[in-house]
């Protein structure tokens, strides 16, 4: 207890220091997560810094009425200045999510709540760093077997909320990954309510993966892939539960593959060694058609990587003009 009293002195210490770092007032009243959820608002799971400044060169507007969150899974814990500033300086719609990947905390299904404590102390010291604040955190991600064990839901859930308020200092809002695999209703068995009331209360954004490939896209039509897609929010609005109604409605996004690269992976995505960047562009407007297609996905849309080993450039440019003819799902 005493080591984490020593952290809670530190995050306090710098959390002080954060009065008014880069324009950012922290005594400035947070958007509802309703107001959030009518914005337009595009995410991205690992980016370069040559990304994000296409984007933003390219296709992302600023503005009140947009959100583009970037968010980044690094080795360690340490903050991460230099990449938060990339994004910020973007303009006012952009924000950077610092990741909490809980396939570091080896011991995460062991620990106790004081040891789960210390660790979203420490991290949130390094989110919170006070030469450039991150704006959300970001839970990387729920377990594949979570949702055939009611316990292991409680314990994400007890991270997820001490990842928002723990050690003091100000709130910090989340974006919350499921796998795929996390995606099939009839997967989940026991009571859940505890999960979903902390999602409601701490998350902005809430996604479901689907790394799909090329092939699939190329075999199904949109509207295949839109019905796909609509599977988990259409089965949170059918529980009935106002929690999860609210997700389904304001905070859920689908994240698609933006891989293209010259060898297999588990992001599926595109070969760039098989598919040229006008049969990358058909792919990713498939992606976004079928996403504005779904009742869910009319306001939100999540792409990644835009980092990863192998990675083709030649990706960024042409998701720009995939992003930018698709408006943030603006329709005349």
């Known amino acids: 207890m005493e080591e984490m009293s020593r952290r ?5 210490g710098a959390l002080g220091a954060l009065a008014l770092p880069l324009g950012r007032a922290l005594g400035q009243r947070q958007e509802s997560s309703e107001a959030i959820g009518r914005k337009y608002i595009t995410s991205y799971y690992q980016f370069t810094d040559e990304a994000v400044k296409i984007l933003a060169d390219k296709a992302l507007p600023n503005g009140r009425e947009y959100l583009h969150i970037f968010v980044q899974s690094a080795p360690g814990t340490k903050p991460r200045p230099k990449t938060t500033r990339v994004v910020q300086r973007c ?22 709540d004081d040891q789960l404590k210390a660790w979203a102390v420490e991290f949130r010291a390094a989110a919170l760093d006070s030469s450039a604040p991150a704006d959300y955190f970001a ?23 001490l990842l928002y308020s723990a050690g003091g200092g100000p709130a910090l809002r989340g974006i919350f990954y499921f796998t795929q695999s996390n995606l099939r209703p009839a997967t989940w068995i026991g009571p859940s309510e505890e999960l979903w009331e902390v999602l409601d209360e701490t998350c902005d954004l809430v996604v479901g993966e689907h790394f799909e490939s090329g092939n699939f896209a190329s075999r199904q039509s949109a509207q295949k892939i839109a019905d796909l897609f609509d599977v988990p929010p259409k089965w949170m609005v059918a529980s009935g539960d106002p929690r999860r109604i609210r997700i389904a409605r304001d905070k859920y996004a689908v994240i698609s593959s933006t891989y293209y690269g010259p060898r297999n992976t588990n992001w599926a995505g595109l070969r760039s060694d098989k ?9 990713l407007e498939k992606m976004v058609e079928a996403t504005r297609l779904s009742e869910f996905g009319k306001r939100r849309i999540v792409f990644s990587p835009l980092q990863t080993f192998n990675l083709d450039p030649r990706l960024y440019p042409v998701l720009a003009e995939v992003i930018k003819e698709d408006r943030c799902g603006k329709r005349d």
Do not use: C
């Open 91 to 112: 303009g006012s719609s952009f924000k950077y999510g610092y990741a909490f990947d809980l396939n570091k905390y080896k011991t995460w299904k062991e620990a106790s």
């Open 139 to 161: 839970f990387n991600e729920m377990p594949d077997e979570a949702p055939k064990h009611p316990e292991l839901r409680q314990k994400v859930a007890r991270i997820t909320r």
């Open 275 to 283: 598919n040229s960047p006008e049969e990358l562009k058909k792919y």
């Open 8 to 12: 809670e002195v530190l995050i306090a």
